[in-house]
Structures are given as C-alpha cells and as structure tokens.
C-alpha cells in the first residue's frame, strides 16, 4: 500500500489552497463569484463530497467495499500530484451540463461538475479493476485515461464545442489540441516527472472499456449517465446500481451482467438523451446562453484586461486581442459574473430565458418526473418485464397510461413562447414573433453487451423490444424543431430581431481577428481559475471523510 504524504503546504497560501478554500493570492486574480445551487429540488445526498487536506475523494455513486473513498494518498503519487493540480481545481467550477441553475430545466443537475465525473470515473475503474483482478500498472494507465480525457473542458463544458464546431458536429473540440493544453498547465510535467510519458494515456487509438464510441459502454459513458440518472430517475437511484452490475469481456469491453437491471439502465439512459438533448425548450435556452456568451466577447462585456503580476509584459493580457475559446478556460462563476454585466440585450435574453425555464420546464417537472418513474416501473417490476419480453412491446413514455396529476407542458405559459414543427412554423406565420430554428444535438445511445451463458450479447438481441424503443428514441431526438418567440412591445422586438440578424457576423470577426494564446498565458490563466475555486462552492462540499 501506497502512503505518500500529502502536500506539506508550509506557507499560509498553501495551506488554505490544500483545503479547498482557493486563495485570492495579489496580482491573480478572476472576477467572479460562487453560485448559489438554485436547484429545483433541494435534496443533496447525490453530491460527493472532497476532503482536500487528507486528499479523499469520498463518492455516493459508486459505494463498494470502499464505501465510496477514494484516498488519494494510498494511490500512487501521480495521482494525488493530479488531484492538487491548478488544471484539476478548475474542474470543480466547470459544469458538467452547461446551463446555470436559473435556466437549468432538469432538477438537481446544476450543481454537477466535471470534476465530480472525472474522479467518479475514476473511482469506478479501481473498482472494476479490483473485481477482474487486473494488475496495479495497468490499472494506473486506465485511471489516468479517463482522469485526463475531459481536462480541457471549457465553461459550460460542451458549450464551447457547439460554440466554435455547431450544433450536431463532433463535439470534439475539447480533445484537440490537449498534448498542448497539458504542457501548458503542468499537467505533462506531473506525468514526467513519475516516468509516465503522455502520450499513452492521451486517447490511445484503441476502443475498450474506458474509452469506447456508442453504442457500446464504457467508463465516461457509465459514470455521467448514472450520475445524472440519480439525480432525478427514482427508478434508477431506487434499483442502486454498483461496480457489481457491470463486468468485462475477454477482449476488454464493458458490459452488464443482468438483462433485466441492463433495460433499466439503458431506458434511463435514453431518458436521460431525451430529456437533455432532445427536449426542445431546454435545447432552446441553450441556445439562447451561448448567444449571450457571443455577445459577452462581441460587445467586450468582460473587463479589458486580466492581470498577472509575475507574467510578461507588465503582466497584462488584452482580452480583446484574444481568442475567445481561449477566454472559456476559466471558471463557469466568472463567466457568469461577466454575462450578468449591464446589457440591454443581455438582460433582455437572461429574463426571457428565467421565465421560459421556470414555467415551461421546471414548473412541469414534478409531474413529468413522476411520468418517467411510471414508465420506468415496467422494465424494473420482474414480472411486468416478463410480459415486456413475452409480448415484445411497452408501454411508451408519453402514452396517457402514464399520465399524472397535472398537464406537463402547459400551451399558455409563458405568454408568446411555443414550440412548432417546421411545418406548423411555416403555415402560421407571425409578424411580431422570432422564430428560432433548432437542429437536433448529437445523439446520445447505449445498446450494452450482456453476459449470457453462452458469452456477451446485445441487449437489443436478447430484447427486441429495446431495439424498437431504440429506434423510437432516434425519431424523437432527430426532429428539428422551431421556438416561436412572440414579443408584443415593439421596441423590443426590433432590438432582439437586430441582434439576432447581427450577432453571429460579428461573431466570426471576432474569431478571424483574434489571437491565440501563449503556452505561457494559457498556464496563467488557468492557474488563476483554480483559485478563484472557494471551499463552499456548490458544485463540491468540503466535508472530512479522512475516517
């Protein structure tokens, strides 16, 4: 057993830095603030908690004989060296699902970092590890590869991958480049210096258990969909899934051990892509927040300079000289303090926004919730999935036997806010409305291999009918949509049509003239991210699990 010690830490800078309380060290420092968790529910057992000055990482996903500890000092070094890197710190304050809480339209989903995901990931492999018997070596590379996978995450997570590649592209953009991004913040010297070189633990050109595309599982995959399912799945969190529940194939892949606890998890995964990805109100308030982080970088509402007091250059970085996916490695609490800077259109989107978010989606959600539990209770009840396998059919989400107490997507609130089909946009043309046109997300499927006696095979082979509920999720998640936007004062609506009609030409001038960063620069800006990073902050509490 490993006991290095952890950081000694014997300044006063150090120490609150180790305990997870960031430190506003003279001459780097971020505007910003902490957020306040606005989540529509106020339960919180679902969030792990950190204890920064014994290096725990204590999860409530992933519960074994562990109790869900990850103590980073019984690991091997480079771990714990990962775990107080300035580049890690940052993942605390970058969300995992990209809208803030006032717009969030999915309860309990704001307070959920990549931080949070990336060390539950990597938790989860120690486990599978220690229940396939794989040696310590390898065991350290596959936690490494999924420790270091989303390291260079923007704000808002895929927010900059739609940003700069659109909507539906490859969602891509955070792993270009990232040998480059993990030089400049020391992530590659930590690695060097424990004789690990970075290249083969970024992206290795094979697809196994850690690293595999749809439809298959793998850790990223496994680890964000439960995470997210318990937070608002009661089926799911009810049914407490473990490490136990999956299991590898002899060439290496992940899969499930039961075909009943299998359909669950896939119906909550597909959920989960519906309710996310291919709901069009929330797809349309994301929309609307990366149209104001546009504006944010068009219309310079951040402040001009950002200062280093031991860079270069007087320490000073012109942000308008910048390229603004540069800009996005910061914290998701100081880009929101920038966005709420005075601004006639940016005020004008945040109200729009709040109002749509709370009575379209989040005033509607206790009921849509308790829809998807009534759905989910047939693929989790043994008997009603005997008929499910017998008859080969369900009963689809929105059927009106699954019907609750209240009308979940309510036609008259907010006023002037609906969503059409391209065909209904086009026959009802409206003069004082905008119409925004939303083409779908990237679809998100899992068809998970199933251990069998006679070896692994696909859950849509032993169960067909999940091969038709994936094919019903694909129609679902593929439609284009168009949000109506109706706004009756006519000054305003020749000031959001304007905007709407200009933004996105300044936009790529914005990004033809600007500049990329330094090495130099992006390791400073991102090392004062990490101390813009506070003890209490929402998205991790700082509890001590050290027993």
Not at 355 to 364: F, S, T, V
Not at 366 to 392: H, I, W
Request: hydrophobic share 35%; glycine share 6%.
């Amino acid at each position: 057993m490993i006991e290095p010690g952890i950081p000694a830490f014997d300044n006063l800078e150090g120490r609150v830095l180790r305990a997870g309380l960031g430190y506003p060290a003279v001459g780097r420092g971020l505007p910003g603030n902490t957020w306040e968790s606005g989540n529509m529910f106020t339960d919180t057992t679902f969030v792990p908690n950190c204890n920064m000055d014994d290096a725990v990482f204590s999860d409530t996903v992933w519960r074994g004989e562990d109790n869900g500890h990850l103590r980073l000092r019984r690991e091997h070094p480079v771990m714990q060296e990962l775990f107080y890197s300035n580049a890690m710190r940052r993942m605390q304050a970058i969300e995992q699902l990209t809208l803030p809480p006032e717009y969030t339209t999915i309860p309990n989903t704001a307070a959920f970092s990549r931080f949070e995901h990336m060390w539950g990931s990597a938790l989860l492999v120690k486990q599978l590890a220690a229940q396939q018997g794989l040696n310590e070596t390898y065991t350290l590379w596959c936690m490494l590869r999924t420790l270091n996978s989303d390291i260079k995450q923007t704000t808002g997570s895929h927010k900059g991958d739609w940003m700069f590649q659109g909507i539906g592209g490859p969602e891509d953009l955070h792993d270009q480049g990232i040998e480059e991004y993990m030089e400049a913040t020391g992530l590659t010297n930590i690695l060097r210096k424990h004789g690990i070189e970075p290249d083969t633990i970024i992206f290795p050109k094979i697809a196994d258990w850690v690293e595999a595309p749809s439809p298959d599982l793998c850790i990223d995959r496994v680890d964000y969909g439960l995470r997210e399912m318990n937070r608002w799945n009661d089926t799911v969190r009810m049914l407490g899934f473990t490490a136990s529940d999956f299991v590898l194939t002899p060439d290496l892949m992940l899969a499930m051990r039961d075909q009943q606890r299998a359909r669950v998890f896939s119906e909550g995964s597909l959920a989960l892509t519906q309710e996310h990805y291919g709901e069009p109100t929330h797809h349309f308030i994301e929309e609307l927040e990366m149209l104001m982080t546009k504006l944010l970088y068009v219309e310079r509402l951040a402040p001009d300079m950002w200062a280093f007091a031991d860079h270069g250059r007087e320490g000073l970085v012109p942000l308008h000289e910048i390229h603004p996916h540069d800009l996005m490695y910061i914290t998701d609490a100081a880009q929101t303090k920038f966005l709420r800077q005075p601004s006639l259109v940016g005020n004008t989107l945040d109200a729009l926004m709040t109002q749509i978010a709370r009575y379209r989606r989040q005033y509607a959600w206790p009921a849509r919730r308790r829809r998807l539990n009534n759905y989910m209770d047939q693929f989790a009840d043994p008997e009603s999935y005997a008929k499910v396998l017998e008859t080969g059919q369900y009963v689809g989400i929105e059927d009106e036997r699954h019907g609750s107490y209240l009308d979940e997507y309510p036609s008259s609130m907010p006023a002037g806010f609906a969503i059409l089909t391209p065909a209904e946009a086009r026959a009802n043309p409206s003069a004082q409305a905008i119409d925004f046109t939303l083409k779908p997300f990237k679809n998100r499927q899992i068809d998970p291999l199933v251990q069998t006696n006679d070896g692994f095979s696909r859950l849509s082979e032993l169960d067909p009918s999940y091969r038709d509920r994936l094919e019903e999720q694909a129609e679902v998640v593929s439609q284009d949509h168009v949000a109506r936007l109706a706004i009756p004062d006519p000054k305003t609506y020749r000031m959001i049509r304007e905007f709407m009609t200009s933004i996105e030409p300044a936009w790529q001038e914005r990004i033809a003239r600007s500049r990329r960063m330094t090495s130099s620069e992006m390791g400073a800006l991102v090392d004062a991210a990490a101390y813009e990073v506070h003890g209490h902050y929402p998205f991790m509490s700082f509890l001590d699990y050290s027993s």
